[in-house]
Protein backbone atom coordinates (compact mmCIF):
# COMPACT_ATOMS: atom_id res chain seq x y z
CA UNK A 1 0.00 0.00 0.00
CA UNK A 2 0.93 3.57 -0.81
CA UNK A 3 4.02 2.41 -2.71
CA UNK A 4 2.08 -0.46 -3.85
CA UNK A 5 4.64 -2.86 -3.17
CA UNK A 6 3.20 -6.40 -2.61
CA UNK A 7 2.97 -7.54 0.81
CA UNK A 8 2.24 -11.21 1.66
CA UNK A 9 0.94 -10.27 5.12
CA UNK A 10 0.06 -6.86 6.52
CA UNK A 11 -1.69 -3.41 4.76
CA UNK A 12 1.37 -1.20 4.81
CA UNK A 13 5.30 -1.93 4.45
CA UNK A 14 8.19 -0.85 7.11
CA UNK A 15 9.47 1.93 4.61
CA UNK A 16 6.18 3.41 4.27
CA UNK A 17 5.11 3.19 7.90
CA UNK A 18 8.60 4.92 8.53
CA UNK A 19 7.47 8.00 6.91
CA UNK A 20 5.02 8.82 9.55
CA UNK A 21 6.95 11.13 12.05
CA UNK A 22 5.84 10.50 15.86
CA UNK A 23 5.24 13.36 18.19
CA UNK A 24 6.94 12.98 21.06
CA UNK A 25 4.28 15.38 23.47
CA UNK A 26 0.87 16.27 23.76
CA UNK A 27 -0.79 19.38 22.67
CA UNK A 28 -3.56 22.70 23.93
CA UNK A 29 -6.75 21.63 21.93
CA UNK A 30 -7.35 25.25 21.64
CA UNK A 31 -4.15 26.84 20.62
CA UNK A 32 -1.91 23.53 19.34
CA UNK A 33 0.95 24.47 21.35
CA UNK A 34 3.03 21.38 22.36
CA UNK A 35 2.77 20.32 26.34
CA UNK A 36 6.08 19.66 28.59
CA UNK A 37 3.25 17.60 30.63
CA UNK A 38 0.05 16.01 29.84
CA UNK A 39 -1.55 17.26 32.96
CA UNK A 40 -2.26 20.48 32.77
CA UNK A 41 -2.95 23.00 29.54
CA UNK A 42 -2.07 26.65 28.38
CA UNK A 43 -6.24 26.72 28.14
CA UNK A 44 -7.30 25.74 31.43
CA UNK A 45 -11.14 25.43 30.19
CA UNK A 46 -10.38 22.94 27.44
CA UNK A 47 -12.22 19.89 27.60
CA UNK A 48 -9.63 18.07 27.08
CA UNK A 49 -5.73 17.34 26.37
CA UNK A 50 -5.12 16.31 22.66
CA UNK A 51 -2.80 13.52 22.15
CA UNK A 52 -2.39 13.51 18.26
CA UNK A 53 0.19 10.73 17.52
CA UNK A 54 1.38 11.97 14.11
CA UNK A 55 0.54 15.10 10.83
CA UNK A 56 -2.47 13.22 8.56
CA UNK A 57 -0.23 12.43 5.74
CA UNK A 58 -0.24 10.09 2.31
CA UNK A 59 0.56 6.72 4.44
CA UNK A 60 -2.13 7.69 7.34
CA UNK A 61 -5.12 8.92 4.64
CA UNK A 62 -4.15 5.47 2.94
CA UNK A 63 -4.41 3.33 5.25
CA UNK A 64 -7.66 4.64 6.75
CA UNK A 65 -9.19 5.13 4.00
CA UNK A 66 -8.84 1.42 3.22
CA UNK A 67 -9.91 0.86 7.00
CA UNK A 68 -13.42 2.48 6.24
CA UNK A 69 -14.39 2.24 2.81
CA UNK A 70 -13.14 -0.70 1.47
CA UNK A 71 -13.56 -2.50 5.58
CA UNK A 72 -10.35 -4.09 5.75
CA UNK A 73 -10.17 -4.13 9.66
CA UNK A 74 -7.02 -5.20 9.36
CA UNK A 75 -5.37 -1.98 8.79
CA UNK A 76 -6.13 -0.84 12.75
CA UNK A 77 -3.13 -2.89 13.30
CA UNK A 78 -0.90 -0.01 12.00
CA UNK A 79 -3.06 2.86 13.31
CA UNK A 80 -2.82 0.88 16.72
CA UNK A 81 1.41 0.48 16.03
CA UNK A 82 1.43 4.50 15.86
CA UNK A 83 -0.70 5.53 18.59
CA UNK A 84 1.80 3.02 20.66
CA UNK A 85 4.79 4.46 19.55
CA UNK A 86 3.47 7.73 20.29
CA UNK A 87 2.29 6.73 24.15
CA UNK A 88 5.77 5.88 24.62
CA UNK A 89 7.71 8.69 23.28
CA UNK A 90 5.24 11.03 24.67
CA UNK A 91 5.46 9.13 28.21
CA UNK A 92 1.47 9.39 28.21
CA UNK A 93 0.19 8.78 31.44
CA UNK A 94 -1.97 5.86 31.71
CA UNK A 95 -2.88 4.68 35.02
CA UNK A 96 -6.39 4.81 36.54
CA UNK A 97 -7.50 5.51 32.75
CA UNK A 98 -10.00 4.34 31.19
CA UNK A 99 -10.14 4.03 27.33
CA UNK A 100 -13.46 5.40 25.50
CA UNK A 101 -13.57 5.08 21.55
CA UNK A 102 -15.43 7.93 20.01
CA UNK A 103 -19.03 5.78 18.64
CA UNK A 104 -20.18 5.72 15.31
CA UNK A 105 -24.55 6.05 15.39
CA UNK A 106 -25.71 2.62 15.30
CA UNK A 107 -27.17 2.85 11.80
CA UNK A 108 -23.56 4.04 10.64
CA UNK A 109 -21.56 1.10 12.70
CA UNK A 110 -24.44 -1.59 11.21
CA UNK A 111 -23.62 -0.39 7.65
CA UNK A 112 -19.79 -0.28 8.31
CA UNK A 113 -20.04 -3.57 9.85
CA UNK A 114 -17.70 -2.03 12.27
CA UNK A 115 -16.42 1.13 14.71
CA UNK A 116 -12.85 1.78 13.43
CA UNK A 117 -12.18 3.92 17.01
CA UNK A 118 -13.23 0.86 18.79
CA UNK A 119 -10.50 -0.95 16.93
CA UNK A 120 -8.08 1.04 17.38
CA UNK A 121 -8.65 1.24 21.12
CA UNK A 122 -9.22 -2.48 21.88
CA UNK A 123 -5.68 -2.94 20.39
CA UNK A 124 -4.09 -0.18 22.73
CA UNK A 125 -6.14 -1.82 25.75
CA UNK A 126 -4.38 -4.99 25.33
CA UNK A 127 -0.79 -3.41 24.56
CA UNK A 128 -1.01 -1.34 27.60
CA UNK A 129 -3.79 -3.55 29.59
CA UNK A 130 -6.18 -0.55 30.13
CA UNK A 131 -9.67 -1.10 30.11
CA UNK A 132 -12.02 -0.16 27.56
CA UNK A 133 -15.40 1.01 29.09
CA UNK A 134 -17.97 -0.01 26.19
CA UNK A 135 -20.86 2.07 26.10
CA UNK A 136 -20.24 4.90 28.00
CA UNK A 137 -20.30 6.96 25.34
CA UNK A 138 -23.05 6.81 22.73
CA UNK A 139 -24.17 8.65 19.55
CA UNK A 140 -27.28 9.18 19.55
CA UNK A 141 -27.68 11.35 16.43
CA UNK A 142 -27.05 10.28 13.03
CA UNK A 143 -25.03 13.59 12.01
CA UNK A 144 -23.57 14.58 8.65
CA UNK A 145 -19.90 13.19 8.03
CA UNK A 146 -17.93 16.02 8.91
CA UNK A 147 -15.67 15.77 6.01
CA UNK A 148 -18.71 17.00 3.73
CA UNK A 149 -19.45 19.95 5.77
CA UNK A 150 -15.96 20.37 5.03
CA UNK A 151 -16.28 20.54 1.44
CA UNK A 152 -19.18 22.20 1.06
CA UNK A 153 -18.85 25.42 3.29
CA UNK A 154 -16.75 28.30 2.46
CA UNK A 155 -14.76 30.49 5.12
CA UNK A 156 -12.59 28.95 7.81
CA UNK A 157 -14.88 30.03 10.73
CA UNK A 158 -18.12 29.08 8.39
CA UNK A 159 -16.43 25.24 8.42
CA UNK A 160 -16.09 25.56 12.01
CA UNK A 161 -19.75 26.58 13.16
CA UNK A 162 -20.86 24.27 10.93
CA UNK A 163 -19.32 21.69 12.26
CA UNK A 164 -20.06 22.36 15.67
CA UNK A 165 -23.76 22.72 14.95
CA UNK A 166 -23.74 19.59 13.19
CA UNK A 167 -22.61 17.66 16.70
CA UNK A 168 -24.11 19.46 19.30
CA UNK A 169 -25.99 17.16 21.49
CA UNK A 170 -25.02 14.06 19.44
CA UNK A 171 -23.57 12.17 22.12
CA UNK A 172 -24.48 10.71 25.56
CA UNK A 173 -23.75 9.17 28.30
CA UNK A 174 -26.15 6.08 28.80
CA UNK A 175 -24.63 5.29 32.74
CA UNK A 176 -23.20 8.10 34.41
CA UNK A 177 -21.50 5.73 37.58
CA UNK A 178 -19.68 4.21 35.24
CA UNK A 179 -17.11 7.33 34.49
CA UNK A 180 -17.57 9.17 37.32
CA UNK A 181 -14.38 10.57 38.50
CA UNK A 182 -12.09 8.26 35.74
CA UNK A 183 -10.01 9.57 34.15
CA UNK A 184 -10.11 9.35 30.06
CA UNK A 185 -8.39 8.35 27.68
CA UNK A 186 -10.65 9.16 24.16
CA UNK A 187 -9.34 7.50 20.98
CA UNK A 188 -10.33 8.43 17.87
CA UNK A 189 -8.60 7.87 14.18
CA UNK A 190 -8.61 11.35 12.84
CA UNK A 191 -9.48 15.15 14.20
CA UNK A 192 -10.04 17.96 11.83
CA UNK A 193 -11.58 20.84 13.28
CA UNK A 194 -11.97 19.03 16.77
CA UNK A 195 -15.33 19.78 16.75
CA UNK A 196 -16.31 15.94 17.43
CA UNK A 197 -13.43 15.42 20.51
CA UNK A 198 -14.97 18.62 21.81
CA UNK A 199 -18.66 17.52 22.07
CA UNK A 200 -17.64 14.14 23.42
CA UNK A 201 -15.16 15.64 26.00
CA UNK A 202 -17.83 17.81 26.69
CA UNK A 203 -20.58 15.50 27.43
CA UNK A 204 -18.24 13.03 29.64
CA UNK A 205 -17.16 15.80 31.87
CA UNK A 206 -20.98 16.70 32.29
CA UNK A 207 -21.41 13.04 33.55
CA UNK A 208 -18.68 13.64 35.85
CA UNK A 209 -15.25 12.20 34.23
CA UNK A 210 -12.14 14.09 34.59
CA UNK A 211 -9.05 15.01 32.98
CA UNK A 212 -9.79 13.58 29.25
CA UNK A 213 -6.79 13.31 27.16
CA UNK A 214 -8.09 12.83 23.30
CA UNK A 215 -5.99 10.43 21.26
CA UNK A 216 -5.81 10.32 18.04
CA UNK A 217 -3.58 8.84 15.07
CA UNK A 218 -2.85 12.17 13.43
CA UNK A 219 -4.40 15.85 12.82
CA UNK A 220 -5.03 17.19 9.95
Do not use: W
Request: charge should be positive.
Amino acid sequence: MNCNKFLKSGIVCDLCLKQVKIYNACACAVCGKRLPLAKKTCHPKAPYILAAAADYNDVIREIIHVMKYKHITEAAEPLAKIAEDFIGLSRLPLKNRVIIPIPLHKSRERKRGFNQAALIAEKISLVFNIPVASGALVRIKNTEPQFQINSRTSGDVGVKTAKAQNLCDCFEVPNPKQIARKQVLLVDDITTSGATLREAAETLKKAGARNIIALVIAKA
